[in-house]
C-alpha cells in the first residue's frame, strides 16, 4: 500500500514477555519516527530516526525500549520485559527529508500488558 | 527539550459555532507548528501548519495564529460540523526536527 504500515494491529501479551512492533514507512520518506499513544496522555515521543544519522533515542522511557531501523526502511520497536504500564497503542509516522514537515501516521499497534 | 501544553482537554460546541484550541510551547528556538486531527482507530492526520515566518494561516473554516513573543499558537475552527467531531492535536518543533505533540483536545460538535 502507499500508506504507512504497521503491524501487530493488536498484541495482547503476559507481564515479563518480550514484544516487537514493526513499522514499514512510506517508501522515499527518509524520517521515521515512533510515538506512544496512552489514554489521556497525547502523543508521546520515543524516537527519531533521519537517514543514516545517530537515531534521537532521548524518548524512549527505559533501557527495557529499544528501536531499529534497517536499510533506511523497515522500523522494529522491540520492548523487554513487559510491564502493565507498557499498555498503549504505538505509533509510527515516517515524514520526508529536509526539515520538519508533514508526518503520516500508520494506525497503530494497541499492546495489551495483561 | 521542547515541551508543549494545550488546553482546553474537552470542548463542546454547538453545530455551526466556533471552536478554538490554544497551545503554548517552552522552547523559543521551535519554528514549526503543525495541527493533526485523529479519529477513532485512525491515527493524526495534519489538517493545517503553520512556520514562525508568518504569524496566519487560513484553510477554508480553519485557520491557525502565532504569536512567537508569547510562544502561543491557537487553531480556529468556524462554521463547525459534526465531522469535525475528533481529537486534535497542536505540536511544535525546532532545530533537531523532533516533533513534540501536546496532549490532545477532543471537540464535541453538538446538533
Known amino acids: 500500500g502507499a500508506g504507512v504500515s504497521q503491524s501487530p494491529s493488536n498484541k495482547v501479551t503476559e507481564k515479563g514477555k518480550d514484544v516487537e512492533l514493526r513499522c514499514d514507512p512510506i517508501?522515499?520518506?527518509?524520517?521515521l519516527y515512533w510515538y506512544r499513544q496512552s489514554l489521556g496522555q497525547g502523543l508521546e515521543f520515543l524516537i527519531y530516526?533521519?537517514?543514516?544519522?545517530?537515531?534521537?533515542k532521548s524518548g524512549l522511557p527505559s533501557d527495557r525500549f529499544s528501536a531499529e531501523r534497517t536499510g533506511g526502511s523497515v522500523s522494529t520497536l522491540t520492548i523487554q520485559r513487559t510491564q502493565q504500564e507498557d499498555s498503549a497503542v504505538y505509533l509510527c509516522?515516517?515524514?520526508?527529508?529536509?526539515?520538519?514537515?508533514?508526518?503520516?501516521f500508520g494506525e497503530g499497534s494497541r499492546l495489551t500488558v495483561l | 527539550g521542547e515541551n508543549v501544553e494545550q488546553h482546553p482537554s474537552t470542548l463542546s460546541v454547538q453545530e455551526g459555532d466556533s471552536a478554538v484550541i490554544k497551545c503554548t510551547y517552552s522552547?523559543?528556538?521551535?519554528?514549526?507548528f503543525p495541527w493533526y486531527k485523529q479519529e477513532l482507530g485512525k491515527g493524526p492526520q495534519l489538517i493545517i501548519d503553520?512556520?514562525?515566518?508568518?504569524g496566519e494561516k487560513k484553510d477554508q473554516r480553519i485557520a491557525v495564529t502565532l504569536n512567537k513573543t508569547a510562544k502561543h499558537f491557537s487553531l480556529h475552527i468556524t462554521e463547525t460540523q459534526p465531522e469535525d467531531s475528533a481529537v486534535y492535536f497542536c505540536?511544535?518543533?525546532?532545530?533537531?526536527?523532533?516533533?513534540?505533540f501536546g496532549k490532545g483536545t477532543r471537540l464535541h460538535i453538538l446538533p
Open positions: 530516526f533521519q537517514g543514516n544519522s545517530a537515531p534521537d
Open positions: 522552547d523559543s528556538a521551535s519554528n514549526y
Open positions: 509516522a515516517s515524514s520526508l527529508a529536509g526539515g520538519p514537515g508533514e508526518l503520516f
Open positions: 505540536a511544535a518543533s525546532g532545530w533537531d526536527d523532533k516533533i513534540i
Open positions: 503553520i512556520r514562525s515566518n508568518v
Open positions: 517508501s522515499g520518506h527518509t524520517a
